[in-house]
């Protein structure tokens, strides 16, 4: 089954590409890890599903990007997202039109951020071109849909350091305050937690992101653990030796976002 994971860029400093996971869900990919995640372009909008939910005919032909929760799988290439029925009151259907084999952790609620061209469906037509069962969406016809290049887990914060190893080696898409700007492309994201929980240190890597403290924003690239040795051959750091030795006491063998995308987030 055929789906494509899209991209987008909301500001030029910055690009990333998100794989993500859906249980049962299969999501294939024909691009690399480098081609399936990035920030908005110009032809691309970062949107709420509030947005999406008032102004549903504006969106009909544009490609956006929009965050929110796995309501319902339909089959093996669809699901509904989410509870805050979004277009009209109506659950949005989201289409994987990607190649990559996604897998959404078991148990619990988890986010997804999609990017995709929102369409009118015609059931018959997709159905079709995508090789899929007769009828499999024939009850979601002529009700909008979001053709997605791109879906990716969208954890908060909190989760990604609680359970890191639920995310290390995945491309995701992580969305929260700055907490601390620590040196030029190296800054923390809030938890969000009231007791208890750690920041989320993140590491731009290649590219200088324009950043204020307090400021919601949206984080594409790859969890890895903080190995000084590993980062240091890796990655041209700048930090001086006070940081050093601050991330090193703080983050050792500890989750570290290498980001590759970073742009204001829409909600």
Do not use: H
């Amino acid at each position: 089954m055929n789906n494509n994971l899209l991209q987008n860029t909301f500001r030029r400093t910055k690009m990333g590409v998100v794989a993500l996971a859906l249980t049962t869900l299969l999501l294939p990919a024909c691009t690399t890890a480098e081609e399936e995640v990035s920030s908005p372009t110009a032809e691309e909008e970062n949107v709420t599903t509030e947005e999406l939910s008032e102004n549903t005919n504006d969106y009909i032909g544009q490609t956006v990007s929009v965050r929110g929760e796995v309501n319902e799988l339909v089959g093996d290439t669809a699901f509904l997202m989410d509870e805050d029925q979004i277009f009209g009151g109506e659950e949005i259907l989201v289409f994987n039109a990607s190649e990559e084999r996604l897998v959404l952790p078991e148990g619990e609620e988890t986010k997804v951020q999609v990017t995709g061209e929102v369409q009118e469906l015609v059931a018959a037509d997709l159905e079709e071109e995508y090789d899929l069962e007769p009828d499999s969406l024939a009850e979601y016809d002529k009700r909008p849909v979001i053709i997605a290049e791109s879906v990716a887990l969208s954890p908060d914060p909190g989760d990604v350091t609680e359970k890191p190893d639920r995310y290390y080696g995945q491309r995701i898409a992580v969305q929260g305050e700055v907490e601390e700007i620590l040196d030029t492309g190296t800054f923390t994201l809030d938890e969000e937690e009231l007791f208890g929980g750690e920041d989320l240190l993140v590491l731009a890597e290649g590219f200088t992101p324009e950043l204020d403290d307090d400021e919601s924003v949206t984080v594409t690239g790859t969890l890895r653990p903080y190995v000084k040795a590993e980062f240091e051959e890796e990655y041209n750091l700048t930090w001086d030796l006070d940081l050093q030795k601050q991330i090193e006491g703080e983050y050792e063998n500890k989750p570290v976002f290498v980001a590759d995308g970073v742009y204001p987030s829409a909600e």
